[in-house]
């Protein structure tokens, strides 16, 4: 699907996040469209997660203003249609008591009223999201029994079955295999260019998915956005932000 | 078991102890997954200021443990989540301040006796016809609550950040728990005593844990657990003249000790 460059999911204008008098993020201004396929990456601590969690809400800047769809943050209601896939997704307490379909059935539990139990159309959006995370012979799994590359799969799901219009992941390959991540990668692409499903995914994995994306975004308490990110591993940029040789981490990103 | 249900008495103890059992493992499960189980003993002494100002007073008791016990759960949400203390030094402020109080109200009203201590052990045994009726009212209303916003207050459960972006609201959910828990508790302090209700919460969901199965089916157990601890216990109280909120306790010990060894793999 095309990327539509007249309606900005996200419009952020001048945003600055300072904690305990240390400058996180400092004058940060993007736009993310829909149909989009961004990622993020950075160093540990350049404040990555810090900038998706203000996005979510979940921070509040120092300054500047967040815009989704177009409403301002606070007057912003349809939560529903963002999913959100934390970091810390593949390390949930293998005690918690969930099934695979009990996790995936929170995905509708925003959008449905009081009073009132699953509908049908509940149901088939849920088996549905299953059914694209390839997961649906695990629907009666427990959540704490399942491989790494499972259980992200799972929370993936359980964020498509609230049906958003845009997935923004946090490094969720956290105790991941290899192979599971490159099947993640694939899915991941699957959804942006045939679900037409906006994805904005921190990663370490720049060299694997740079064909895929659209764009680029370095953050490293500051931002420096490029639009094609083939050509930003060799990018002096890059070399800038990190404050080491930009090929160095190209490499190092090839043996794993 | 006839003869113990011949008496009125051990009718209304029974009745009193099965509404507790599910009210107790229903929110427990909750509470539990939402890892406030040490918040159940805090409003449990909580609840004894509520006691011991109606015992002086003159007030119901029951009706008084239960405002106090909503009004500490609130104050406990309030300082969680505004000043980011460490939560459980919190509860543990708040479980012996109350507790204190209890004592002081009680001991300057001249009435520290017997009454104050049925409400620390349990006195399932004189539940009156009128303590079953406010039972009844409030638990029903408690557990309608429960079940209305049980999906809600179980994703805030499994991971809270994530319930929050989704829309929930979130803080109104945790209000919304610890309040039902405040009610039950003070609610269950007649039957089991504030000492031990938080084990009739915290145990059978503990025990349900051990079977790893999906959230519905964890309720049931816990709910099933609960309900045998009461009757047994009880059964024990009887026969053997012991204090039933501690024979409850130690038969729901003795299923969790079961579940323990039933599911170790």
Redesign the interface.
């Known amino acids: 699907m095309p990327i539509n460059f007249k309606v900005p999911i996200f419009d952020i204008k001048n945003l600055n996040f300072t904690i305990r008098e240390q400058k996180i993020l400092t004058d940060i201004s993007f736009e993310i469209f829909a149909g989009e396929y961004v990622a993020i990456i950075g160093p540990n601590g350049g404040g990555k997660t810090t900038l998706i969690r203000m996005l979510?809400?979940?921070e509040k800047p120092t300054s500047g203003t967040i815009k989704i769809f177009g409403k301002k943050l606070k007057e912003f209601?349809?939560?529903?249609k963002?999913g959100?896939v934390?970091q810390r997704a593949s390390l949930?307490d293998s005690?918690?008591?969930?099934?695979v379909?009990?996790?995936v059935?929170?995905?509708r539990?925003?959008k449905?009223k009081?009073?009132s139990s699953a509908t049908k159309e509940d149901k088939e959006i849920v088996k549905d999201a299953m059914q694209k995370m390839d997961i649906c012979d695990l629907k009666?799994k427990?959540v704490?029994?399942l491989s790494g590359g499972q259980r992200q799969r799972v929370m993936i799901a359980r964020a498509l079955a609230?049906r958003p219009k845009i997935l923004i992941l946090d490094e969720p390959n956290t105790g991941v295999d290899a192979k599971s991540q490159r099947n993640f990668y694939l899915l991941l692409k699957k959804l942006n260019k045939e679900e037409g499903i906006t994805i904005v995914f921190i990663t370490h994995d720049i060299g694997v998915i740079a064909d895929d994306i659209g764009r680029l975004f370095t953050i490293n308490q500051k931002a420096i956005i490029c639009n094609d990110p083939k050509k930003a591993m060799s990018c002096e940029d890059m070399s800038k932000l990190y404050g080491i040789d930009a090929h160095l981490i190209h490499n190092h990103k090839h043996e794993h | 078991m006839i003869e113990m249900l011949s008496y009125d008495f051990m009718q209304r103890a029974f009745l009193a102890g099965i509404i507790i059992a599910i009210l107790a493992s229903v929110s427990g499960t909750f509470i539990v997954?939402r890892r406030y189980s040490m918040m159940s003993e805090t409003l449990a002494h909580s609840a004894l200021v509520g006691v011991a100002v109606g015992l002086v007073g003159g007030y119901n008791p029951l009706w008084m443990a239960v405002i106090v016990a909503i009004l500490s759960a609130w104050l406990i949400e309030y300082l969680r989540s505004s000043f980011s203390l460490y939560s459980d030094a919190v509860l543990a402020i708040m479980l012996s301040g109350t507790l204190a109080v209890a004592v002081i109200v009680v001991s300057l009203g001249g009435a520290l006796n017997n009454s104050l201590f049925s409400y620390l052990f349990g006195s399932i045994l004189s539940v009156s016809k009128e303590d079953i009726i406010t039972i009844s009212i409030f638990g029903s209303i408690s557990l309608g609550l429960l079940l209305?916003?049980a999906?809600?207050l179980?994703?805030v459960a499994?991971?809270e950040?994530?319930?929050?972006?989704?829309?929930?609201k979130v803080v109104f959910l945790n209000y919304l728990l610890v309040s039902i828990a405040a009610v039950i508790i003070a609610l269950s302090i007649r039957v089991v005593g504030s000492l031990l209700i938080g084990a009739l919460m915290v145990i059978p969901t503990a025990s349900?844990?051990q079977y790893?199965?999906?959230?519905a089916?964890?309720i049931f157990i816990s709910l099933i657990i609960a309900l045998l601890s009461v009757v047994f216990g009880m059964g024990l109280s009887f026969f053997f003249s012991l204090p039933s909120g501690a024979t409850i306790v130690l038969s729901v010990l003795v299923l969790f000790v079961l579940s323990l060894v039933v599911n170790k793999q």
Request: net charge positive; charged share 20%.
């Open positions: 979510l809400g979940l209601k349809k939560w529903y963002i959100y934390p949930i005690s918690f008591p969930a099934s379909l009990d996790i059935s929170m995905g539990v925003a449905r009081l009073f009666d427990m704490g029994t609230s | 997954l209305i916003y999906k809600e179980y994703f499994y991971d950040e994530v319930a929050k972006t989704s829309g929930l349900a844990l790893r199965v999906g959230f089916k964890t």
